[in-house]
């Protein structure tokens, strides 16, 4: 399917780059309908790819590229259930998108994200499956996680290792704190800053060069460049759900979904 | 270094642009989240700006439980 239009995401092939919109209200927050959908998308990759020679992933809402996991979903569905099924319920979910993020990690093409705004959690952590960050001016980035009790889930510990230097990530990651886009480039995460609202302009300029490229270069090129830490993506589902049955967790979630103040709950 | 009064004064004037409210309804003391009608992503929006503004980076956990253009400016100061 050279293009779909679904709830969460759609996608076209625009100048040979697949281009992957995220446009679900209010932030692209990913929960089982877009997961379904990247499922769908994952799915039609190999068609894709025979004419495509990269894949940008953008959002269409002005809010950001993401705002990561659907803490709203995951809380009342397991609110729903009793607490050995919700943690069944949550493997499976975490299998599922570590599936997607892995199998966009793996692709022979060029991937970019082009972010802006919220750029947090599960949604950063999409990016970072990408092999090129590009984001504009007013792009935050953030991995939350810790505040609520848990850690990334998507597999943002592994991929942030393996792009980042330790020190930097545990900085994050212990203090769960936000970062402008100027800090992200100067640890080395975003490699190019676009003006505000230009991110996508410029992911379609990088990937129009990219495209000037024998592919099999650039597929060997990748594959050399950029491993898949698969022992610890695996090992990071676990710890998640060791962590995910404690009571101090599902304290952290219905704060986070109750507050009705003008600031999330995130200690 | 500016004084905080004059970083107040850039903070104000800096949000009154961005979101279209008038300088002069503006006041230390406002609730910044009533005074610019704004939302939690909004206020993330307005601290990039203040961050890339003032070249600083300041911690959103230092915000928590912050809502007025004072306290933000004193924020703010202790990082230049």
Same mark, same amino acid.
């Not at chain 2, 990039?48 to 003032?54: D, G, K, N």
């Given at each position: 399917m050279s293009d779909y239009k679904g709830k969460a995401l759609s996608w076209q092939i625009v100048n040979g780059a697949v281009e992957l919109a995220l446009h679900r209200e209010p932030c692209n927050e990913i929960g089982s309908l877009a997961l379904e959908e990247l499922e769908r998308f994952v799915r039609a990759l190999p068609e894709l790819a025979k004419t495509a020679h990269a894949v940008i992933i953008h959002s269409t809402l002005a809010a950001g590229f993401s705002a990561g996991a659907d803490l709203r979903e995951l809380y009342h569905r397991s609110q729903a259930m009793q607490k050995a099924e919700a943690a069944r319920g949550v493997r499976e979910f975490l299998e599922r998108i570590h599936a997607v993020m892995n199998a966009i990690d793996a692709l022979p093409l060029t991937t970019i994200a082009a972010v802006h705004g919220v750029t947090f959690g599960g949604g950063f952590e999409l990016a970072l499956v990408c092999d090129i960050i590009i984001a504009d001016r007013m792009a935050r980035f953030c991995f939350p996680e810790l505040r609520l009790g848990l850690i990334p889930g998507? @597999? @943002?510990?592994?991929?942030?290792?393996?792009? +980042?230097?330790?020190?930097?990530?545990?900085? +994050?990651?212990?203090? @769960?704190?936000s970062f402008n886009v100027m800090k992200a480039q100067q640890i080395g995460l975003v490699s190019q800053i676009a003006a505000e609202g230009e991110s996508l302009r410029v992911a379609r300029a990088?990937?129009?060069?990219? @495209?000037?490229?024998?592919?099999?270069?650039?597929?060997?090129?990748?594959?050399? +460049?950029?491993?898949?830490?698969y022992d610890e993506l695996k090992r990071e589902i676990d710890i998640f759900c060791d962590l995910y049955t404690r009571p101090a967790v599902e304290e952290g979630l219905r704060k986070f979904v109750e507050n009705e103040g003008p600031q999330p709950y995130l200690p | 270094m500016p004084t905080t009064e004059n970083t107040l004064d850039e903070i104000l004037?800096? *949000?009154?642009?961005?979101?279209?409210?008038? &300088? #002069?309804k503006l006041t230390p003391d406002d609730d910044f989240f009533k005074a610019l009608g704004i939302d %939690?992503?909004? *206020? !993330?929006? !307005? !601290?990039?700006?203040?961050?890339?503004?003032? &070249?600083? #980076?300041?911690?959103?956990?230092?915000?928590?439980?912050? %809502?007025?253009? &004072?306290?933000? *400016?004193?924020?703010?100061? %202790? &990082?230049l």
């Open positions: 998507f @597999g @943002g510990i592994p991929r942030l290792k393996r792009d +980042l230097g330790n020190a930097v990530v545990r900085d +994050l990651l212990l203090t @769960g704190r990088t990937a129009s060069q990219v @495209g000037k490229f024998d592919r099999a270069t650039t597929a060997a090129a990748k594959a050399f +460049l950029k491993p898949i830490p | 004037t800096l *949000a009154a642009a961005h979101f279209k409210v008038p &300088r #002069e %939690s992503l909004q *206020a !993330l929006d !307005l !601290l990039t700006r203040l961050e890339h503004h003032f &070249r600083i #980076e300041l911690p959103d956990y230092e915000l928590q439980g912050v %809502s007025d253009f &004072r306290t933000l *400016a004193q924020r703010i100061q %202790s &990082r």
